[in-house]
């Protein structure tokens, strides 16, 4: 956002405060086996509709944030779920010239008999010169087992090469991933993570932008007369207290975990948690740190008869398991409810 931002010379100067250290970051490609996460320990309250378990959190702190950790998996939101489910001005229509924007697809440099595209599909749903570069699934890496259960899933509910198409998002489909290859037009070639901070920011040396690394936000300052306005940050840098003044405006964007925390302790967000912590409200809302709803990943075992090698990837890439798994789940929880004629997997 901040390479965005300043990208006109003469419009505004942007300063970016990451809690994270510049030194934490890694070009290298990696798996997103969470070793990198920056508090392991993170974890949620016991959650009452899992037993109470309690949940760890992951996330990364740094420039590209937790793209700098996350599994790379490139899919694009439902059609379905952001039409039936997103509030207005979040809809497919409204998301989708952004989606485009951002992406260096590559079936723009990849034959349709490699990628399983067609130009036509590739003008429609994928953009390409954007700053963040998808690769094809590493089908090079995969065991004969996954391409086979594959062609199988072909011949049952359908196989999907692509699904970012909207017209289709129901079937089995190996992931696209955020990899910027050494040569786009070569399949093989190495490819490194192509996180936010790969894509944005490299090279950027505008003086309009001053990004302050292992500086922490300690909380937002309101205008005096109208407390409404929100004209600063207190961040804590190198062991001082410092006030930042915005001219325009302050966006905060801490991530999932730390943007409502930080609202909070500035006093904005539920009156019933906050005031009996000597916290002063400057704007009552009682959904601030509430409503958070995570990724539901879905594990599934098999024992095979092959030996097969490590998956250098992770198994999740076999969209596969979790399409069908999902769906074997509900038919037997809502017996009632008809799967076939769903219009999407998420709730089948
Ligand atoms: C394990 C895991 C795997 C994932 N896999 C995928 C995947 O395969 N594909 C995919 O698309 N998405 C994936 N995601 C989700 C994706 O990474 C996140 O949706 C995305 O990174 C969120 O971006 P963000 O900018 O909102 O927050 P973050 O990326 O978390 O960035 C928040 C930033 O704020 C900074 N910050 C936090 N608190 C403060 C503070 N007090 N002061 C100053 N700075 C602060 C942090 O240092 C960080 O740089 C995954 C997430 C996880 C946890």
Redo the contacts with the bound molecule.
């Keep these: 956002m901040a390479a965005r931002l300043s990208e006109p010379p003469n419009q505004w100067s942007v300063l970016a405060?990451?809690?994270?250290s510049t030194s934490d970051m890694s070009e290298e490609e990696q798996d997103?086996d969470?070793s990198g996460v920056s508090d392991p320990n993170y974890f949620s309250i016991p959650q009452d509709y899992l037993n109470g378990r309690l949940v760890r959190n992951?996330?990364?702190?740094?420039?590209?944030?937790?793209?700098m950790?996350?599994?790379?998996?490139?899919?694009a939101p439902s059609r379905y779920l952001l039409d039936q489910l997103w509030p207005e001005g979040w809809k497919w229509n409204d998301l989708f010239p952004y989606m485009i924007k951002m992406q260096n697809h590559y079936c723009y440099y990849l034959p349709s008999s490699i990628t399983g595209i067609s130009d036509a599909d590739c003008r429609q749903w994928h953009g390409k010169d954007g700053p963040i570069d998808i690769a094809p699934p590493l089908f090079e890496k995969m065991p004969q087992l996954l391409i086979d259960i594959m062609s199988e899933c072909n011949t049952s509910i359908g196989f999907m090469t692509d699904y970012d198409n909207p017209t289709n998002q129901y079937g089995c489909y190996f992931q696209q991933q955020?990899r910027k290859p050494a040569n786009k037009s070569d399949p093989q070639s190495p490819t490194i993570r192509a996180s936010t901070w790969e894509a944005y920011l490299p090279g950027v040396d505008r003086p309009n932008l001053r990004i302050l690394d292992s500086?922490?936000?300690?909380k937002l300052v309101f205008n005096d007369n109208d407390p409404t306005k929100c004209k600063g940050v207190v961040?804590e840098y190198k062991g001082q207290i410092y006030t930042a003044v915005a001219r325009k405006e302050v966006i905060l964007?801490?991530?999932?975990f730390?943007t409502p925390k930080?609202l909070q302790l500035s006093g904005v967000g539920p009156t019933a948690w906050l005031e009996p912590l000597g916290v002063k409200i400057v704007a009552e809302n009682s959904q601030v740190g509430k409503n958070f709803l995570d990724e539901m990943a879905l594990f599934t075992a098999f024992e095979t008869t092959e030996e097969l090698p490590t998956l250098p990837w992770g198994a999740d890439t076999c969209g596969w398991l979790l399409n069908s798994g999902l769906k074997e789940i509900w038919r037997r929880l809502r017996p009632q409810h008809d799967c076939e004629n769903s219009m999407g997997p998420e709730i089948c």
Excluded: E, K, Q
């Design positions: 405060l990451d809690r994270g997103g969470l992951p996330r990364f702190y740094g420039l590209g944030g937790t793209a950790i996350n599994g790379m998996t490139a899919v955020f500086a922490t936000v300690l961040y964007s801490a991530g999932v730390s930080i």
